[in-house]
């Protein structure tokens, strides 16, 4: 039976693994074309807009009068945005399309995954379960809440939903009842500190004004970066606006509400690279050594500098053979003139 159990148990987390191995590949791979989206698009519009250019230059050198040179200009001008705005919409179509597809993919993985752990739940045993469940359930995958997050009484809870709940049959009635949730669970929150939290002067993305200029309208849609390409920060605490992030951004981006000061953490955490320690106890002990072995060569040179030095003193001081000579001749005429 035991064998049974382990052989069924390994069966299922092999699966698990295959599903998620799967799901991080596809994660992997629409990160992948997201940056390729972008690259190519901005690789693809100076090419054309350097086209663009050397095709009105050479317009304007070659063209015999100027109504020829103005009608090449446009003509130049109109094709290279036809050419630009088709390329556009071309690579934003095949890579939508190819990420939503992946996005489909993951979803389905998802899914299937739940689905297996709750067969797990109702079928296997408590252990088994817990084992599994520990190591594929959801708490594996995403971090826990912050412990700076406020907790809601269970009381006030319920009565917040008996008054949703109660304002079904009155449409106009549910704004409010939602806006006085919004203020309790805020109220709680600010009671539940145990210090104040500064809410920060900007917030941590910056907000796309809808009025803006042919001129950014234009630069946005050359590289990719308009409204239609960012996703709004909304804070789960006080449900505020906290700026536009960007699209590879968004998923894996934490940050601290500007308003109520709370901290939302990513929905996605990124793999993380192992990067090995170096130990530097060897590097620290051939640095001591060569510095050693420096100090030891410097009190060589300096003691064969002192022996040079001894040396010359000494050849200087001892007489040559001539001196000698002279020494000797000068004492000796010395001691016969003391004798005469």
Same mark, same amino acid.
């Given at each position: 039976? /035991?064998?049974?159990?382990?052989?069924?148990?390994?069966?299922?987390?092999?699966?698990?693994?295959?599903?998620?191995?799967?799901?991080?590949?596809?994660?992997?791979? %629409?990160?992948?074309?997201?940056?390729?989206?972008?690259?190519?698009?901005?690789? $693809?519009?100076?090419?054309?807009?350097?086209?663009? *250019?050397?095709? %009105?230059?050479? $317009?304007?050198?070659?063209?015999?009068? &100027?109504?020829?040179?103005?009608?090449? &200009?446009? %003509? &130049?001008?109109?094709? /290279?945005?036809?050419?630009?705005?088709?390329?556009?919409?071309?690579?934003?179509?095949?890579?939508?399309?190819?990420?939503?597809?992946?996005?489909?993919?993951?979803?389905?993985?998802?899914?299937?995954?739940?689905?297996?752990?709750?067969?797990?739940?109702? *079928?296997?045993?408590?252990?088994?379960?817990?084992?599994?469940?520990?190591?594929?359930?959801?708490?594996?995958?995403?971090?826990?809440?912050?412990?700076?997050?406020?907790?809601?009484?269970?009381?006030?809870?319920? *009565?917040?939903?008996?008054?949703?709940?109660?304002?079904?049959?009155?449409?106009?009635?549910?704004?409010?009842?939602?806006?006085?949730?919004?203020?309790?669970?805020?109220?709680?929150?600010?009671?539940?500190? *145990?210090?104040?939290? +500064?809410?920060?002067?900007?917030?941590?993305?910056?907000?796309?004004?809808?009025?803006? &200029?042919? %001129?950014?309208?234009?630069?946005?849609?050359?590289?990719?970066?308009?409204?239609?390409?960012?996703?709004?920060?909304?804070?789960?605490?006080?449900?505020?606006? +906290?700026?536009?992030?960007?699209?590879?951004?968004?998923?894996?981006?934490?940050?601290?509400?500007?308003?109520?000061?709370?901290? +939302?953490?990513?929905?996605?955490?990124?793999?993380?690279?192992?990067?090995?320690?170096?130990?530097?106890?060897?590097?620290?002990?051939?640095?001591?050594?060569?510095?050693?072995?420096?100090? +030891?060569?410097?009190?060589?040179?300096?003691?064969?500098?002192?022996?040079?030095?001894?040396?010359?003193?000494?050849?200087?001081?001892?007489?040559?053979?001539?001196?000698?000579?002279?020494?000797?001749?000068?004492?000796?005429?010395?001691?016969?003139?003391?004798?005469?």
């Amino acid at each position: 039976m /035991g064998n049974i159990l382990f052989r069924r148990k390994k069966i299922i987390t092999e699966e698990l693994q295959k599903l998620h191995e799967r799901h991080q590949l596809l994660e992997e791979q %629409i990160r992948n074309n997201i940056s390729s989206k972008h690259s190519i698009q901005c690789f $693809s519009t100076l090419v054309l807009l350097a086209c663009m *250019t050397v095709s %009105i230059g050479i $317009s304007l050198f070659r063209a015999r009068d &100027s109504a020829q040179c103005i009608l090449y &200009s446009l %003509i &130049s001008f109109f094709a /290279g945005m036809v050419v630009l705005y088709s390329t556009r919409f071309i690579t934003e179509k095949f890579f939508n399309w190819c990420i939503q597809k992946k996005r489909d993919a993951c979803y389905e993985i998802v899914k299937k995954k739940h689905e297996i752990l709750e067969r797990v739940k109702e *079928t296997e045993t408590f252990k088994v379960a817990k084992e599994i469940l520990d190591e594929f359930g959801e708490s594996a995958y995403h971090p826990p809440a912050s412990s700076n997050m406020s907790k809601i009484n269970p009381a006030n809870e319920v *009565t917040s939903v008996q008054h949703i709940s109660s304002s079904d049959s009155a449409p106009y009635r549910f704004n409010s009842s939602l806006n006085q949730l919004r203020k309790r669970t805020n109220a709680q929150s600010i009671d539940s500190k *145990t210090e104040v939290v +500064n809410p920060m002067k900007m917030p941590p993305r910056p907000f796309v004004r809808q009025s803006r &200029s042919v %001129i950014e309208k234009f630069v946005d849609f050359v590289f990719g970066d308009g409204p239609n390409n960012r996703y709004a920060l909304i804070c789960s605490h006080c449900y505020e606006h +906290n700026g536009m992030s960007r699209e590879e951004e968004f998923d894996y981006m934490s940050y601290r509400c500007w308003v109520c000061g709370e901290f +939302n953490p990513a929905r996605r955490q990124r793999r993380s690279i192992f990067v090995p320690h170096i130990e530097r106890k060897n590097s620290n002990q051939s640095r001591d050594s060569l510095g050693k072995s420096r100090f +030891n060569v410097a009190d060589v040179i300096d003691t064969n500098c002192a022996k040079d030095s001894l040396v010359e003193k000494l050849e200087n001081d001892i007489p040559t053979s001539g001196e000698e000579k002279m020494l000797n001749s000068h004492g000796g005429d010395s001691h016969e003139e003391e004798i005469s």
